[in-house]
């Protein structure tokens, strides 16, 4: 393994899952839904298959099909124009187009502002372009970023901004002025900025504003979003840039040396998923709404100190309150303990300290697994 990658061995989202799968725990670490997105949806693929749509290599941007129908949900949703064939690039899932995006945008030595904690690709991909992260602590209670210590932060060096709201892990979700001032920076230090809106739908207090949305973001922004989280296919692994062309196309030439193309079937279904009705969006969001009271009230029973997320399926949860002092081991021994798997929030910073008692719980569960996965917690 090269030096760009020392420290960036096994994912934690792996090791947690193998952790649940090998002791029988109630999987809460890794984010994944424990029931498959809408039938009808998962038929549409079935039929794309079977119509041989999509067998052979695809468009590399992506199926006309795809694009046109993510040009029509930005302008449903945010009121935003995008040109289906230059300012649209389908991608295999978020994760690949965090990945192109930074590998196209960044030099070497170019300085990296992000959100810490950080969702764990951000950092091994500023590494393999040959960057170097520059940490934008978020701290508990809220977590509501410093603009005052992001505009220090900002150095003749910096090149780009790479956001993430709603925030995995700790449910974050940016407000207007914050935004505004993030884009106000941004214009001013003329800064890129990347950011990755895969919980776009996944918001139960306040609403998401796209970045790109803000006046003079247009030309400097890459917006990341993916239908994994939206749709309950994070199998399916199909994501997308939206951005102004030049951008794009950036990203769409890295990508082209990363998978050429996305696969094809996955990416007719998700078309259709886009146009469902205004009511599968709302109802989504209101079921996870109901599941994140559930968990935040059981968690909080079982002692723990909770930050209520405002979006994301993820809860963060402080152990402090239970005598215990470090997320790391007590992640490590809640299976045995109780049969619960959790993620530790500290492998999210580069300070260990600034989220050590802190612990992941994923609620994109049926709510009798919530349930009783809050139960063995009690019983602890
Ligand atoms: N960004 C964030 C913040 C995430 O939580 C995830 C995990 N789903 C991804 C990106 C990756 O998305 P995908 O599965 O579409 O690659
Ligand atoms: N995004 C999901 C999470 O944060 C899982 C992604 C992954 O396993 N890489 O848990």
Redesign the pocket.
């Known amino acids: 393994l090269n030096r760009r990658l020392d420290g960036h061995g096994t994912t934690i989202f792996a090791e947690m899952s193998a952790l649940a799968v090998a002791t029988g725990a109630i999987n809460l670490g890794q984010?994944?839904p424990d029931t498959d997105g809408p039938e009808e949806i998962r038929e549409a693929a079935v039929r794309a298959l079977r119509e041989g749509r999509g067998n052979q290599y695809p468009p590399g941007p992506g199926v006309p099909e795809l694009r046109v129908a993510i040009a029509d949900h930005q302008r449903r949703f945010y009121g935003l124009e995008f040109d289906p064939d230059r300012e649209v690039l389908v991608t295999?899932?978020?994760?690949?187009?965090?990945a192109a995006a930074l590998l196209a945008l960044l030099e070497p030595g170019d300085e990296v502002i992000a959100f810490e904690p950080f969702?764990d690709?951000y950092a091994a991909c500023i590494a393999m372009a040959g960057a170097v992260r520059v940490p934008l602590t978020l701290r508990a209670p809220d977590f509501r970023p410093d603009l005052d210590a992001l505009r220090d932060a900002v150095t003749p060096r910096t090149r780009l901004l790479l956001l993430?709201s709603p925030?995995?892990p700790t449910g974050m979700v940016l407000t207007r002025d914050e935004l505004t001032a993030i884009a106000e920076l941004a214009v001013e230090r003329d800064l890129l900025v990347v950011t990755?809106e895969?919980?776009e739908h996944l918001v139960y207090d306040g609403e998401h504003i796209p970045l790109i949305s803000l006046p003079g973001m247009r030309e400097r922004t890459v917006s990341?979003s993916?239908?994994?989280?939206t749709f309950s296919f994070?199998g399916w692994?199909?994501?997308w840039v939206t951005g102004g062309a030049e951008l794009v196309t950036a990203v769409r030439t890295a990508k082209q040396y990363l998978t050429f193309v996305s696969s094809g079937p996955f990416q007719y279904a998700i078309a259709e998923a886009l146009r469902l009705p205004d009511g599968f969006f709302g109802g989504f969001r209101d079921q996870l709404r109901g599941k994140r009271d559930l968990l935040t009230a059981g968690l909080a029973d079982a002692g723990l100190g909770v930050h209520r997320p405002q979006g994301?399926y993820f809860v963060t949860a402080d152990i402090a309150p239970l005598g215990e002092k470090d997320g790391i081991a007590f992640c490590r021994q809640l299976p045995e303990r109780c049969g619960v798997v959790a993620v530790p929030n500290a492998v999210f910073y580069d300070d260990p300290d600034a989220g050590r008692s802190q612990v992941r719980f994923a609620f994109c569960k049926r709510e009798e697994v919530l349930r009783e996965a809050v139960t063995r917690l009690r019983g602890r």
């Open positions: 984010g994944f295999a899932g978020a994760t690949e187009a965090i969702y690709s993430n925030h995995n990755d895969v919980y990341i993916s239908s994994g989280k994070t692994k199909v994501g994301t």
